[in-house]
């Protein structure tokens, strides 16, 4: 592999932002150097240039030079399985059409949320096994990001437990969520909101949701509970991280602490989010809350939770535009520092996942996974998308006139 310069950008470091250029080789980072801003005779691009005619030199100047966004929690693969309810695309059409999308949205590391569980999914587990094994397939030959598999299990969901199990066995997944999407806790603990989400969203009366509500129920008095906390234990024994679903309490932080989990996923409240950060484990909130204002669903505000230093992974959850967007808002808004910003939808996830060696920030000798980041108009688009020092996309504007 040849060696590329990227030169004169404004380079987003886990703490601070510089003037400088990278040297790449061998699609890793291989030097950082540090150049002063008003740089006249551009010193770093003449040495480049001067070390072959192989040599790839990307001029960043005015540009920002960030790491490629790690994104843990998004379920957008499915939407794009499956745009509207009962209209299903081929699932090897699916994911190459979406992957081509994120390396525009500066996403370089996707970890697939694919949800085992009746009930709320609109997909039966054979979809599920399949897209598994499709991502794991596909990746072994050629890709334009990395992907990952984030496996979220619906824990009344009796039926896929040996599924789940055999998974955490084989390592064939790299990051596990326990979800309880029933009434009365968790995002439903408003009476009737379960109920309104599933007609919504399955199409189906009131008759039919009364008959959902009271066999959720039943599977959910069946749940061994023990049994998961086994599951979650053997996940962590497999180097599989292990995540909590919408915590509404400390005492469920506490109870999903014991389950093996080291990240809390969109906790209802200020008080829950504080309580995980002070029991040592992550807390993962939505970028779309970030750049909508608030939650979809009138929960708690994650830029609340960012201030008040109760949160420190963003994920695009439904919505992959929105991850950068959102570190830039909180940004421009004073929330956090830029460099702060980026750790969150960088490092902190790759930290997350056991991945922090390779991919999460710009470091001698991890991964080449870097975005040429431009703004109009106050909102940033990339420019160009580098994985593993090979450029995977690249944009220009077209003036007319």
Same mark, same amino acid.
């Given at each position: 592999?040849?060696?590329?310069?990227?030169?004169?950008?404004?380079?987003?470091?886990?703490?601070?932002?510089?003037?400088?250029?990278?040297?790449?080789? %061998?699609?890793?980072?291989?030097?950082?150097?540090?150049?002063?801003?008003?740089?006249?005779?551009?010193?770093?691009?003449?040495?480049?240039?001067?070390?072959?005619?192989?040599?790839?030199?990307?001029?960043?100047?005015?540009? $920002?030079?960030?790491?490629?966004?790690?994104?843990?929690?998004?379920?957008?693969?499915?939407?794009?399985?499956?745009?509207?309810?009962?209209?299903?695309?081929?699932? %090897?059409?699916?994911?190459?059409?979406?992957?081509?999308? !994120?390396? !525009?949205?500066?996403?370089?590391?996707?970890?697939?949320?694919?949800?085992?569980?009746?009930?709320?999914?609109?997909?039966?587990?054979?979809?599920?096994?399949?897209?598994?094994?499709?991502?794991?397939? $596909? &990746?072994?030959?050629?890709?334009?990001?990395?992907?990952?598999?984030?496996?979220?299990?619906?824990?009344?969901?009796? %039926?896929?437990?040996?599924?789940?199990?055999? $998974?955490?066995?084989?390592?064939?997944?790299? $990051? !596990?969520?326990?979800?309880?999407?029933?009434?009365?806790?968790?995002?439903?603990?408003?009476?009737?909101?379960?109920? &309104?989400?599933?007609?919504?969203?399955?199409?189906?009366?009131?008759?039919?949701?009364?008959?959902?509500?009271?066999?959720?129920?039943?599977?959910? &008095?069946?749940?061994?509970?023990?049994?998961?906390?086994?599951?979650?234990?053997?996940?962590?024994?497999?180097?599989?991280?292990?995540?909590?679903?919408?915590?509404?309490?400390?005492?469920?932080?506490?109870?999903?602490?014991?389950?093996?989990?080291?990240?809390?996923?969109?906790?209802?409240?200020?008080?829950?989010?504080?309580?995980?950060?002070?029991?040592?484990?992550?807390?993962?909130?939505?970028?779309?809350?970030?750049?909508?204002?608030?939650?979809?669903?009138?929960?708690?505000?994650?830029?609340?939770?960012?201030?008040?230093?109760?949160?420190?992974?963003?994920?695009?959850?439904?919505?992959?535009?929105?991850?950068?967007?959102?570190?830039?808002?909180?940004?421009?808004?004073?929330?956090?520092?830029?460099?702060?910003?980026?750790?969150?939808?960088?490092?902190?996830?790759?930290?997350?996942?056991?991945?922090?060696?390779?991919?999460?920030?710009?470091?001698?000798?991890?991964?080449?996974? !870097?975005?040429?980041?431009? &703004? /109009?108009?106050?909102?940033?688009?990339?420019?160009?998308?580098?994985?593993?020092?090979?450029?995977? /996309?690249?944009?220009?504007?077209?003036?007319?006139?």
């Amino acid at each position: 592999m040849s060696t590329m310069w990227i030169i004169g950008g404004s380079i987003v470091l886990p703490d601070e932002v510089v003037t400088g250029s990278l040297k790449i080789e %061998d699609g890793r980072i291989a030097e950082i150097r540090r150049e002063a801003a008003d740089d006249p005779d551009r010193r770093g691009m003449a040495e480049a240039t001067a070390e072959g005619d192989d040599t790839i030199v990307i001029d960043a100047g005015g540009l $920002y030079v960030m790491p490629g966004l790690v994104d843990i929690h998004s379920d957008a693969i499915e939407k794009e399985v499956q745009p509207r309810p009962n209209t299903m695309f081929p699932l %090897d059409m699916a994911l190459m059409e979406f992957e081509r999308k !994120l390396p !525009l949205h500066g996403i370089t590391s996707m970890y697939h949320s694919l949800s085992l569980g009746v009930g709320l999914s609109l997909r039966g587990d054979h979809y599920l096994t399949q897209l598994v094994e499709l991502i794991r397939r $596909y &990746r072994s030959k050629r890709s334009m990001v990395r992907h990952g598999i984030h496996l979220r299990y619906e824990v009344s969901h009796l %039926d896929g437990l040996p599924i789940v199990e055999r $998974y955490i066995q084989e390592k064939a997944i790299d $990051y !596990l969520s326990f979800m309880n999407h029933s009434p009365g806790q968790g995002q439903y603990r408003e009476p009737g909101s379960f109920e &309104r989400y599933v007609m919504k969203n399955q199409g189906v009366d009131r008759e039919e949701v009364r008959y959902i509500v009271e066999d959720l129920l039943k599977r959910q &008095r069946q749940v061994d509970w023990s049994r998961l906390r086994d599951l979650g234990r053997l996940a962590t024994r497999n180097g599989i991280a292990v995540a909590s679903h919408d915590d509404d309490s400390p005492e469920r932080v506490d109870e999903s602490i014991r389950y093996g989990a080291t990240v809390s996923e969109f906790p209802m409240n200020l008080d829950t989010a504080r309580h995980a950060i002070k029991r040592g484990i992550r807390v993962c909130v939505g970028a779309p809350n970030v750049v909508r204002g608030g939650s979809h669903d009138n929960n708690m505000r994650a830029a609340d939770a960012i201030a008040a230093g109760a949160a420190d992974i963003l994920c695009s959850d439904y919505h992959p535009s929105s991850l950068l967007a959102a570190i830039f808002k909180l940004s421009d808004d004073g929330i956090i520092g830029l460099p702060e910003a980026v750790r969150m939808g960088t490092l902190h996830p790759a930290q997350a996942i056991g991945a922090e060696q390779v991919i999460g920030s710009i470091e001698p000798g991890k991964a080449a996974d !870097l975005l040429l980041v431009d &703004r /109009y108009e106050g909102y940033p688009w990339v420019r160009r998308t580098i994985v593993g020092g090979r450029e995977v /996309y690249a944009a220009s504007e077209y003036y007319l006139g």
